[in-house]
Structure formats: C-alpha cells, structure tokens
C-alpha cells in the first residue's frame, strides 16, 4: 500500500484514458482541474481523485531483465504477486515482478493540431513597406548605394527585425500558407513513423528528408507528403554507396511551416539517433493511429526474420523503453538485446494481428514465421529485477479510488486512500509541515505493508474497509431492494462498522466469500517437516482468523493451584476455547515450566488429557 505519497518520478509512463502520460504531465492535467481515469491492472479502470509531488526523494531505479526501467521513491509500493507489495526499498535483485499485459485501454478521440505559431521571418517586402519605397530600392540601398531613403530604410530594417541571409544577401522568400490536418490522423501517424524511423531534417535549409532501400516505402512517403502538406516531393535515386551496400531512394521537401508544426507537436528537431523519441502526440491518440506509427517505424527500423520472429534495432533508449511500455498495452511482451527490441511467440502473433508491416517483404517474412509455429508455449508475463541504482528526484503520486492501484512502466502501483486526503488538507491549512507529512507516510505504510510469512490484521482490516466502502457506495439492485440499501452509503456504513463492531464482529459479518478469494487466504499446518494448506473454505478461514484473535490463537492455560493436594505442586489447566494443545509442544513447555518453579522433584506429570483435548490440566510435582 503506497500510503504517503511516496511514489514515482515524472518521466514514468502512467496507463490512462487519455493515452501514455509522463507523469509529470499527468499533474499538470490534474492541478488544471482535468478529470482522469487510469489503467489499474486486470482490466480494471479508476479515475484520479488527489495528487501529491514530493520533491529531491531518495529513489531506488530498478532495471529489469526484459529491459523494462522504473524509478520511485524508496517507499514506494510495487506488485510482486496476487495482493503482495513490497517497498522498493525491500526488492532484491532476482525478485519476480508481474507485468500488465493486454490491459486496451486506448484514448477515444483523435488528438487536435493547433494551427502552430510560426515566428516569421521578416523579408525585404516588409522593410520596403515600413519605409514607404520600392522593394527594388531596399535592395540598393542594402548593396551599398545611394538611396533617397537611406535613413528610412535603415530604421525599417532596425523597427522590422530584418536579417541577411546566409551569404550576407538580401532575402526575398516569404512563406506561403500551410495546408494542414486538423488532427493526429492515422496517415499523420504514419508520416511521423517514417520521419523518427529513418526521416532526416536540416533546419538551417528547411529540409525534410526521407532516406530508403524500398522504393515502396519512398513511393508512399512522397504520398503522404502530398496529401497531408499539398507538397510534391519526388523520390529520386542515390546511387551513392553507403557501406558497400549500394544506393538508396531519397525523399526531399522544402517548408518552414512544416518545421513550426513538427516543432509545436514537441518534436525535437535536432535529435540525433540516440535522442529522438516517440512524440507525445502518438501516445496520446487512439489505437488505430498509433498501429498507424508502430507500422511505418518498424518498416524503417525493424525486421522480421523467419526463425527469430520480430526485432526492432534503435540506438534511442527512450524509444526502447516507451516501445516496449506501449507494446504491453497490446498484449505484446518484447526483450531487450542491446539496442534490439525483440517480439517472439505469441507476442509476434499479437503485433502480426494489430500492427503488422506495411512494406510486403517484411510481411511475408513475418507470415513464415507464424506459419512455421503452429502453436506457441504460453509466454510468461514476469519480469525479474538485475540491477538496483539508488539516487535522488522528485516523486510524483496520485490518489485513486475503489482499486487504490494503478499501471505504469508496465508495472502494477498502489496508492494512497484517505489519508492522502487528510493529510494533504491539514497541509493546506498550515496544520501540519512537510516533514510531519512524510513521517507519518512512512510510518504508515510500515504498518499496512503485507507480509511474506504472516497474516497483517492491519492489512486485512484495510481491505475489509475498503470493501465495505465499495458495497455500500454500489449496492446490487437485489441489496437495494431487500435492504434498503441506497448508493453512497459507504462513508455512512464506515463510521457505523466503527462504532458498533468489535473486532471478532467485525470480522464475522464483513470478511466475505469474495475477499477470502481475493485475498487468497487459507488455513495451513505442519505435516511432518513441511507446512501444507489444510483448509480454503470461506467461512472456515474465517472462522480460523476469528479463532486466532482469542489469545492471539495460543491456548488459554490458567494455574489452578500453587499448591495441589498440599504438595507443592503445580496444577495448569487448559480451558478449552477452540484452540486444541499440541502435545509435543506441550511437554516442552512443562519442562521450561518446572525449571523456572525450583523445586525439587524429577516428575513432570500429564493428567487428565482427553482425545477432544476439552478441560484438559497438567500437574508439575514439586
């Protein structure tokens, strides 16, 4: 349980209906008063109800064997199994960690593009029009001879900003409108694929290019380039080798509006190979579009072989770990081999079915594959932790209702419940200090935490009140209708259990069939050397965990006599509460027993033992 904000940094990916948001984004969008619903594993959707960032945190970074990276404060909890977190702190290297794979949950509505704010350059019209001459007059006077409007002119050049070209020249372009898409359509997309994948941009010459082997590819970039921009780009053959493999098709158009949209979509205009990304407006739109991106860059820089499956090759370690976190959302699990991604298995089945290639070659290749492997061994969708880095950053949390867990980095998350709202109130108000906050978070979240060989009672607990929340707020049309039971009743129905049960009631009446499973809880015992499950039953569980409140599950043993028939003797007695006596434990017991009573006797005597074990005593002669 992640109580107290103790969560992760901002570049994480956190799984939303608004698409793959970097956490630091997801804040921005929160503190605007945006309404967000996320992923919370196995299908599940919650939406954000509170936030938090904690700044310069001590962190743990893990590193996983797939490749997959996550970063978040120490106290951080992370799924490690069916209701089982641990604290990043406490994760060792070679723990097991279960991915969410498959979970769909895709943005709705195509993603606008806002007319971008192109920054103009002023040209020698404008200077002509500011000092009321000719334009053929700025010319001769910026060559170096006598103008009538000298002084005009050079304050026109001073007021309008004006700069010379390259070569020190006079510059007479001036850009024409820009023929745009409205949105972040699938053809957009798949322009964008091949721009990151193999694309390259001179800012200085306004260049776009586009470099390939296939002529199919060039073909259908000068396409899109047509379509979306109204620009005619012709693909044109470079018989230039590059490494000895021979030419390539080259795919070149000139726009500086062009360059002012890409840049006000957040694509880095200058990133070489190791620094280029998947724009954000990809992982913002819905599914179709971004199959749409995945498509082209994987015809840029991926391949499929007929043995190995699919593999991927990028230089950019932000685009590995964005491609691999945005495959899972598929259900497609990959494997980092150093700069490869690979895809194998039912995987490749998957990414053959929602993506696929476009180029036909690779298509093919991929067929064989699948056809070559009629049936797949189940892959397993774990990852396992290699390397354990420690640092400092700013964590960021957030607060969600009925499941309190969410996906992010392909992992599973826990969050906070009420307290992150108190807490973060009594901050507000200037109650409580930062410091006094994340004391209390840490203790807190020591308190709650599951443990590996016992039942937490806190834990349990925890999780009965938030079922009972969960009930109360959504009853079945039968509850209302047999008990009146009215939506929203779960705050009211808390403050009742509260007050009215104890815990062996509270217990009995609201530990259900349902949580028993959920929590995956079961009776066990020793049988011989090993420790086996002796009973899943509901309500014997129940009745088990009840059983264990009475004396903490030991047996009720009481002295009867200090003195017994006048000899000195001790006489225990066992009364008998539904907790049988282990009779090996027992005679241990009575030996520790009569060394500490001292007096001297070699008899330690049983009596009185009964098959039931009911009323039964112990006598230790002195």
Same mark, same amino acid.
């Given at each position: 349980?992640?109580?107290g904000w103790a969560c992760l940094t901002g570049e994480s990916l956190v799984l939303t209906e608004r698409g793959l948001l970097r956490y630091d984004t997801l804040h921005e969008l929160l503190a605007q008063g945006e309404g967000v619903t996320v992923g919370s594993g196995y299908g599940a959707r919650d939406s954000i109800?509170?936030?938090?960032?904690?700044?310069?945190?001590?962190?743990?970074?893990?590193?996983?064997?797939?490749?997959?990276?996550?970063?978040?404060?120490?106290?951080?909890?992370?799924?490690?199994?069916?209701?089982?977190?641990?604290?990043?702190?406490?994760?060792?290297?070679?723990?097991?960690?279960?991915?969410?794979?498959?979970?769909?949950?895709?943005?709705?509505?195509?993603?606008?593009?806002?007319?971008?704010?192109?920054?103009?350059?002023?040209?020698?019209?404008?200077?002509?029009?500011?000092?009321?001459?000719?334009?053929?007059?700025?010319?001769?006077?910026?060559?170096?001879?006598?103008?009538?409007?000298?002084?005009?002119?050079?304050?026109?050049?001073?007021?309008?900003?004006?700069?010379?070209?390259?070569?020190?020249?006079?510059?007479?372009?001036?850009?024409?409108?820009?023929? %745009?898409?409205?949105?972040?359509?699938?053809?957009?997309?798949?322009?964008?694929?091949?721009?990151?994948?193999?694309?390259?941009?001179?800012?200085?010459?306004?260049?776009?290019?586009? %470099? %390939?082997?296939? +002529?199919?590819?060039?073909?259908?970039?000068?396409?899109?380039?047509?379509?979306?921009?109204?620009?005619?780009?012709?693909?044109?053959?470079?018989? +230039?080798?590059?490494? /000895?493999?021979?030419?390539?098709?080259?795919?070149?158009?000139?726009?500086?509006?062009?360059?002012?949209?890409?840049?006000?979509?957040?694509?880095?205009?200058?990133?070489?190979?190791?620094?280029?990304?998947?724009?954000?407006?990809?992982?913002?739109?819905?599914?179709?579009?971004?199959?749409?991106?995945?498509?082209?860059?994987?015809?840029?820089?991926?391949?499929?072989?007929?043995?190995?499956?699919?593999?991927?090759?990028?230089?950019?370690?932000?685009?590995?770990?964005?491609?691999?976190?945005?495959?899972?959302?598929?259900?497609?699990?990959?494997?980092?081999?150093?700069?490869?991604? +690979?895809?194998?298995?039912?995987?490749?089945?998957?990414?053959?079915?929602?993506?696929?290639?476009?180029?036909?070659?690779?298509?093919?290749?991929?067929?064989?594959?699948?056809?070559?492997?009629?049936?797949?061994?189940?892959?397993?969708? %774990?990852?396992?932790?290699?390397?354990?880095?420690?640092?400092?950053?700013?964590?960021?949390?957030?607060?969600?209702?009925?499941?309190?867990?969410?996906v992010a980095n392909g992992m599973v998350h826990h969050n906070s419940l009420w307290h992150s709202r108190i807490m973060r109130q009594l901050g507000e108000r200037?109650?409580?200090?930062?410091?006094?906050?994340?004391?209390?978070?840490?203790?807190?979240?020591?308190?709650?935490?599951?443990?590996?060989?016992?039942?937490?009672?806190?834990?349990?607990?925890?999780?009965?009140?938030?079922?009972?929340?969960?009930?109360?707020?959504?009853?079945?049309?039968?509850?209302?209708?047999?008990?009146?039971?009215?939506?929203?009743? /779960?705050?009211?129905?808390?403050?009742?259990?509260?007050?009215?049960?104890?815990?062996?009631?509270?217990?009995?009446?609201?530990?259900?069939?349902?949580?028993?499973?959920?929590?995956?809880?079961?009776?066990?015992?020793?049988?011989?050397?090993?420790?086996?499950?002796?009973?899943?039953?509901?309500?014997?569980?129940?009745? /088990?965990?009840?059983?264990?409140?009475?004396?903490? /599950?030991?047996?009720?043993?009481?002295?009867?006599?200090?003195?017994?028939?006048?000899?000195?003797?001790?006489?225990?007695?066992?009364?008998?509460?539904?907790?049988?006596?282990?009779?090996?434990?027992?005679?241990?017991?009575?030996?520790?027993?009569?060394?500490?009573?001292?007096?001297?006797?070699?008899?330690?005597?049983?009596?009185?033992?009964?098959?039931?074990?009911?009323?039964?005593?112990?006598?230790?002669?002195?």
């Open positions: 349980m992640n109580e109800t509170d936030r938090h960032v904690r700044r310069n945190a001590p962190t743990i970074r893990l590193r996983t064997h797939r490749g997959l990276v996550l970063e978040g404060a120490e106290e951080h909890k992370l799924n490690t199994g069916p209701d089982q977190w641990f604290a990043l702190k406490d994760i060792k290297v070679g723990q097991s960690i279960p991915l969410s794979v498959g979970d769909n949950l895709w943005p709705e509505q195509l993603v606008p593009i806002a007319s971008p704010v192109s920054i103009v350059a002023p040209t020698v019209v404008d200077v002509a029009q500011a000092a009321g001459v000719g334009v053929h007059t700025v010319y001769r006077s910026m060559s170096g001879k006598t103008t009538f409007a000298a002084d005009r002119i050079a304050s026109a050049i001073q007021s309008t900003g004006y700069q010379f070209g390259n070569k020190g020249k006079p510059l007479y372009g001036q850009r024409l409108p820009l023929v %745009t898409p409205t949105h972040v359509t699938a053809s957009f997309a798949e322009f964008l694929g091949y721009l990151i994948g193999d694309g390259n941009i001179h800012v200085s010459k306004n260049a776009i290019g586009y %470099t %390939t082997g296939d +002529r199919e590819l060039a073909d259908r970039y000068a396409q899109l380039v047509l379509e979306l921009f109204a620009i005619e780009a012709v693909p044109t053959w470079d018989d +230039r080798t590059l490494n /000895g493999k021979g030419g390539r098709w080259r795919v070149v158009f000139y726009s500086a509006n062009v360059l002012d949209l890409l840049q006000s979509l957040g694509i880095d205009l200058r990133a070489k190979a190791r620094q280029k990304r998947i724009p954000p407006v990809i992982l913002r739109s819905p599914k179709a579009v971004v199959s749409a991106f995945l498509r082209a860059y994987f015809d840029c820089d991926g391949c499929a072989s007929t043995k190995e499956g699919v593999i991927l090759s990028t230089f950019s370690e932000d685009i590995a770990q964005t491609l691999q976190v945005l495959l899972l959302n598929y259900g497609i699990l990959t494997r980092r081999y150093g700069p490869n991604v +690979r895809i194998k298995s039912m995987s490749a089945r998957v990414f053959a079915d929602e993506i696929n290639f476009g180029l036909a070659r690779k298509r093919e290749n991929l067929d064989q594959y699948l056809s070559r492997h009629q049936w797949f061994l189940k892959e397993d969708p %774990t990852d396992e932790v290699v390397s354990i880095e420690h640092g400092v950053a700013d964590v960021y949390d957030i607060t969600v209702e009925n499941s309190h867990r969410y200037g109650v409580i200090t930062d410091s006094e906050i994340i004391e209390f978070a840490q203790l807190h979240s020591g308190v709650l935490s599951p443990s590996r060989t016992s039942l937490n009672p806190y834990y349990i607990g925890f999780k009965m009140f938030e079922d009972i929340e969960r009930r109360w707020d959504n009853p079945t049309t039968e509850e209302q209708q047999r008990f009146g039971r009215k939506p929203g009743m /779960g705050h009211q129905k808390l403050f009742e259990v509260r007050e009215l049960d104890n815990d062996v009631s509270f217990l009995r009446n609201y530990l259900t069939e349902d949580l028993v499973k959920d929590l995956d809880l079961y009776l066990f015992k020793k049988d011989g050397d090993e420790w086996v499950i002796s009973e899943k039953n509901w309500e014997k569980v129940r009745d /088990g965990i009840v059983a264990s409140l009475t004396n903490f /599950g030991y047996p009720y043993l009481v002295v009867d006599n200090g003195d017994y028939r006048g000899n000195r003797e001790l006489y225990i007695k066992h009364m008998f509460e539904g907790q049988e006596l282990d009779l090996n434990y027992a005679e241990k017991t009575l030996q520790h027993v009569y060394t500490l009573w001292g007096r001297r006797s070699n008899t330690i005597a049983i009596t009185d033992y009964k098959v039931a074990l009911h009323g039964s005593s112990f006598v230790v002669s002195a």
